[in-house]
């Protein structure tokens, strides 16, 4: 195994990794990080000026079970040439310290948006669409990877009411950094520098319009990628990027820009949703009876504090709905794992009954 020590250092490499490195047989192979996906292509950057398109092993693809089996923006593999210059094979991808997934729009499996990350960077802009429902979404998903999540409210010198908006955001999530910026002022965030150190990797995240790319393309310092602005008859955003990309920042740390999604599910994130809903969860653990159904029982925990102005409704539905969420996703990924057992022992059956008849 070979690579360029301070390039894996900068690029987020660390004892995590190292540890497990450790445990596989890495001889001939090279560690490098994936950094763009493209159709079962992955970009993969091995040195500070050495980056190339690989594929993953017809084995690896064989034995894969699910999406999470492939590579993914972020992920740290270990590859060796394929006898093309412009190609090589992926072998192994090494443990993930995180993944940020969600449910697949139309399907239960699950789609991941990227892995290895420090920082959650929720992107909402400041207009009619803020919606501290969806921001609730993003933030469970976030912690549910075990990721920092980080607020930024963007697009501040468009709204007359940005200094509103932002304390009602930041009395909605009283434990996180919330940030409002505009494209004029990023020169003024001072926290970028803190927290995209060198090693860091941010992911990037949020709904289609909020301004993502734009602030994206200041952080790596240059137009890397399409912008557009928000329609101006609804306030909604037009998709700009189409697939996840790594970027070396200007501060050092890494960043990774996301598609704009419409819709964000969410699969069996129930440590984010006990995470993201701490207070409630506490009052639960209070109710007088254990199966309490939170409408008409004595001694409701959830009652009172409902009466009492202590927990809002609109707080309360919104657990309970992502909570519904979770269950559903929960038992339809139960079924899916059991139908891809079955069809996983069924090709492996089928593979072994064609090499017999080759035999014969």
Not at 120 to 126: A, E, I, R
Not at 326 to 341: F, G, I, N, T
Request: glycine fraction near 6%.
């Amino acid at each position: 195994m070979s690579s360029d020590r301070n390039f894996l250092v900068n690029y987020g490499w660390n004892g995590f990794f190292e540890s497990h490195l450790a445990e596989i047989n890495s001889d001939g192979l090279k560690i490098g990080r994936v950094i763009c996906e493209e159709r079962n292509l992955y970009r993969i950057q091995f040195s500070q000026d050495y980056k190339v398109w690989g594929q993953v092993t017809g084995k690896k693809q064989f034995e894969a079970q699910s999406r999470e089996d492939f590579p993914a923006v972020g992920d740290w593999i270990l590859a060796k040439a394929s006898g093309s210059d412009d190609r090589v094979i992926i072998q192994e991808i090494l443990p993930r310290k995180s993944v940020l997934k969600r449910k697949q729009v139309g399907s239960a499996d699950s789609q991941i948006l990227s892995t290895n990350v420090d920082y959650g960077f929720v992107t909402s802009s400041l207009n009619d669409d803020l919606n501290i429902r969806r921001i609730e979404r993003y933030v469970t998903l976030i912690k549910d990877a075990g990721v920092e999540p980080v607020l930024l409210l963007t697009k501040a010198d468009l709204s007359a009411e940005a200094d509103e908006f932002t304390q009602k955001v930041q009395k909605s999530f009283p434990t996180l950094q919330v940030y409002a910026v505009s494209q004029e002022n990023f020169e003024n965030a001072h926290f970028f520098k803190e927290l995209l150190k060198p090693g860091t990797t941010s992911v990037f995240l949020g709904s289609s319009g909020v301004g993502k790319s734009t602030l994206v393309n200041y952080l790596i310092g240059e137009q890397r990628l399409k912008t557009q602005s928000i329609r101006e008859d609804d306030d909604k955003g037009r998709h700009t990027t189409t697939s996840r990309q790594l970027f070396a920042s200007r501060f050092g740390g890494l960043v990774i820009d996301t598609p704009g999604m419409r819709e964000l599910q969410l699969l069996d994130h129930e440590e984010g949703l006990s995470s993201q809903f701490e207070e409630v969860e506490a009052l639960l653990s209070q109710c007088r009876f254990s199966d309490c159904q939170h409408e008409t029982e004595p001694g409701c925990a959830i009652i009172q504090a409902l009466e009492d102005g202590a927990l809002e409704i609109d707080r309360w539905q919104s657990y309970q709905k992502l909570l519904r969420e979770v269950r559903h996703a929960q038992r339809k990924q139960d079924k899916a794992l059991a139908s891809e057992e079955k069809k996983k022992w069924k090709k492996i059956s089928q593979a072994l009954r064609d090499k017999y008849k080759l035999r014969e």
